[in-house]
């Protein structure tokens, strides 16, 4: 008896693993940006940013920083969500250990917005 146990979804090799692993990261986007104000809010804000960044007078790695930035938020925002649904579907009791894993979550998200902030900023004043 084989005590290893895997995902059933995990047998998928190929170009059949790469087209499931676009479907899934298309729901992925579509759920965050349905179900969580925070990552609605972030895209809005990127799709603002990100075209603006073109047009800024820094250089082509300026550029590039200030939209790598914007796309951090965007990854740490989807990261803290995840954790947030699964802390949930855990247990909706309150808990210290799930404040805590919601609240780092959240500080994840505040560094990678201080860091947008502090990107654009040396980026734009140099």
Partial sequence: MDTHTESPFKGKTGLKRVWN???YSM???KAAYRHEDAFRQEAWLALILIPAAFFMPA????K???VGSVLL???VE???SAV???VDRVSLERHLLAKRAKDIGSAAVLISLLNV???WTLVLLD
């Fill in 21 to 23: 692993a676009l479907h």
């Fill in 27 to 29: 729901d992925g986007l």
């Fill in 59 to 62: 250089s082509g790695i300026g």
């Fill in 64 to 66: 590039a920083l200030m």
């Fill in 73 to 75: 938020v965007l990854v």
């Fill in 78 to 80: 989807l990261l803290n």
């Fill in 84 to 86: 947030e649904a699964v």
């Fill in 117 to 119: 902030l502090a990107v």
